[in-house]
């Protein structure tokens, strides 16, 4: 099963910019458990991590993911003891195993400008995405304190079919996305980031699973599959701002506006503040507030109406639908030794039409 949105921003993903400069090489190891409210989606994930620097003009990023997903999501089944009617119900998911892998290397030049391409490749017993991106960070001056940032990243996916998916065959997609960006420094303790950014998928982006049911010209209602555009369009902006208002206290500042061809738009707020308590914590709270709208043809289970025509695109994802979304985040990081640290978090997620979840993370950092 094709992991939701959430779970992908979770995972984090291979990001199309090329990061900061990092003079140490690091080990790591992350896990994550998360939890699904009324016992619907339940994740286990762990990641293993490796940086190298080979002198201060390459770097290598490895990572290798392993998760497993069990429980349930609703469906529509047939009424008990209606014919021709349709109830909202829940189909329990076989347990699922995926495993992702993803690997970047930069290069800089006398300039130190950047060039980063990678690759990432994940697959389960229903769906397998690959991927490469490239990205470039270019200096304004020997000053440094301008950068202009470009990316781009291409993705294949494959929805597998099996007895239990709408699609008979295997089906495909595809999708492109790049990323334009600069960051000023601003004073010496400010900077300032702001990206544009677009996408463009096609091909099978229908959930191969959920369904839906039609209402017919003789009154009779007929269940089919999740039916969605075979292509679809994004584009939207991001502002960060990040300021140290004391050598131990940091705030990080991040707005992000989405719009896309299917009719759904989103404004997202997210705060982040970094305290060095001591000289061996650091706590780092988190709030995160998404709005979204619906897509055109997405109708809720539960709503005034929640059929479709006998034609036309049709979804109860809840993930289409329109909501608001909050996110609370409070992690800590140990450092007994100056080599080696210690992460723990707990994060609950709430949505305005009553889903919620909760996961905790757990990490050990090794630099050498």
């Known amino acids: ?25 690091k080990l790591s190891v992350q896990t994550m458990r998360y939890r699904e409210d009324d016992q619907r989606m339940d994740i286990d994930y762990i990641t293993f991590g490796l940086e190298k620097d080979f002198g201060t003009d390459y770097s290598l990023k490895l990572d290798y993911g392993y998760d497993a997903i069990s429980g349930a999501t609703p469906v529509w089944k047939p009424h008990p003891t209606q014919v021709g009617e349709f109830v909202e119900s829940r189909q329990t998911l076989a347990k699922e195993i995926r ?27 229903d769906f397998k995405s690959a991927e490469i991106s490239a ?8 000053l440094h304190n301008r950068s202009y940032n470009a990316g781009i990243g291409v993705q294949d996916n494959t929805a597998i079919a099996t007895p239990f998916t709408n699609n008979a065959r295997d089906a495909d997609s595809r999708a492109y996305n ?39 010209d003789d009154g009779s209602k007929l269940l089919v599959g999740d039916s969605r555009p075979d292509r679809r369009n994004s584009a939207g902006f991001t502002l ?27 404004h997202t707020v997210e705060s982040k503040l970094y305290w060095d308590a001591t000289a061996w914590l650091r706590v780092n709270p988190v709030y995160r507030w998404q709005w ?20 036309g695109y049709g979804s109860n994802d809840a993930r ?12 800590l990081e140990f450092r007994p030794l100056k080599q080696h640290s210690i992460n723990v978090g707990y994060s609950h997620y709430w949505q305005s039409n009553g889903f919620a979840a909760d996961w905790i993370t757990a990490g050990y950092i090794w630099k050498f």
């Open 1 to 25: 099963m094709h992991k939701p949105t959430l779970m992908l921003a979770l995972a984090g993903g291979m990001a199309l910019s090329a990061g900061a400069v990092n003079a140490e090489d």
């Open 99 to 125: 495993r992702a892998a993803s690997g970047a290397l930069t290069l800089r030049d006398k300039a130190r400008n950047e060039y980063t391409v990678g690759g990432a490749y994940s697959d389960e017993l």
């Open 135 to 142: 990205a470039v960070i270019f200096w304004h001056d020997e």
């Open 178 to 216: 790049v990323q334009l960006g600069v960051t000023e420094v601003l004073d010496a303790t400010s900077t300032l980031e702001a990206t544009l950014f677009g996408g463009r998928e096609s091909g099978y982006l229908s959930n191969h699973y959920l369904k839906i049911v039609r209402l017919q």
């Open 240 to 266: 960060r701002w990040i300021r140290a208002w004391q050598p131990t206290f940091t705030s990080n500042l991040w707005y992000r506006y989405y719009h896309d061809s299917w009719g759904i738009n989103a």
């Open 292 to 311: 979204q709208d619906r897509a055109n043809f997405y109708r809720a289970y539960n709503g005034q109406p929640n059929m479709f025509a006998t034609t």
């Open 320 to 331: 289409l639908g329109r909501f608001t979304v909050q996110t609370a985040q409070l992690n």
